[in-house]
T-cell receptor
Framework: AQSVTQLDSQVPVFEEAPVELRCNYSSSVSVYLFWYVQYPNQGLQLLLKYLSGSTLVKGINGFEAEFNKSQTSFHLRKPSVHISDTAEYFCAVSEMNTGFQKLVFGTGTRLLVSP | GAVVSQHPSWVICKSGTSVKIECRSLDFQATTMFWYRQFPKQSLMLMATSNEGSKATYEQGVEKDKFLINHASLTLSTLTVTSAHPEDSSFYIC???FGTGPPSANPGANVLTFGAGSRLTVL
């Protein structure tokens, strides 16, 4: 079974600074990888996904992530954050042999952007 | 784009009553929908997979008689929390898959779209 680890429960950062949210996964088979953002009392919005091809994936709101198979990581980055980026970010994985039938989420990282 | 609507967005009920939450795919047909539960400051846990026209598939540890799922049409799945108790208070989120076939065959589709969630408080 697959699992996802987000080591940082909370990441404080100043506005316009760069940020990296870490995500590591474990699976015995090939996987699809996702990052979702959740604003307070809302559902999840897809930021970006890795299905195949280029390991550097660009998403919405200026975010990008890089798939590193050897390190089983899929870290999320943004070169300059805004106050509006304050939210909970979830990394998720789905084993390729199940398609999107089952997403396993990490515990989430709360990004706190201050002026 | 694909939109999933959940209703109600929040509900308060007395212990022992049943509550129904609706999940609708507004502009696409979804043969499969998923129900998640999220406790405060925790991740989403998959409860069950809702399949149109057939019985739902529940994850281990989820009581199927407690959480009734019905997927009567290609655009509607409902989750009924029966005889709710305070420990059932949680944020329930549904998602639907837009598209069919293996995800890599159509990267523009085959993405799970999530509803805005329903917050249930049982007094």
């Amino acid at each position: 079974a697959q699992s996802v680890t987000q080591l940082d429960s909370q990441v404080p950062v100043f506005e316009e600074a760069p940020v990296e949210l870490r995500c590591n996964y474990s699976s015995s088979v090939s996987v699809y990888l996702f990052w979702y953002v959740q604003y307070p009392n809302q559902g999840l919005q897809l930021l970006l996904k890795y299905l195949s091809g280029s390991t550097l994936v660009k998403g919405i709101n200026g975010f990008e992530a890089e798939f590193n198979k050897s390190q089983t990581s899929f870290h999320l980055r943004k070169p300059s954050v805004h106050i509006s980026d304050t939210a909970e970010y979830f990394c998720a994985v789905s084993e390729m042999n199940t398609g999107f039938q089952k997403l396993v989420f990490g515990t989430g990282t709360r990004l706190l952007v201050s002026p | 784009g694909a939109v999933v609507s959940q209703h109600p967005s929040w509900v308060i009920c007395k212990s022992g009553t049943s509550v129904k939450i609706e999940c609708r795919s507004l502009d696409f047909q979804a043969t499969t929908m998923f129900w998640y539960r999220q406790f405060p400051k925790q991740s989403l846990m998959l409860m069950a997979t809702s399949n149109e026209g057939s019985k739902a598939t529940y994850e281990q540890g989820v009581e199927k008689d407690k959480f009734l799922i019905n997927h009567a049409s290609l655009t509607l799945s409902t989750l009924t929390v029966t005889s709710a108790h305070p420990e059932d208070s949680s944020f329930y989120i549904c998602s639907a898959r837009f598209g069919t076939g293996p995800p890599s065959a159509n990267p523009g589709a085959n993405v799970l779209t999530f509803g805005a969630g329903s917050r249930l408080t049982v007094l």
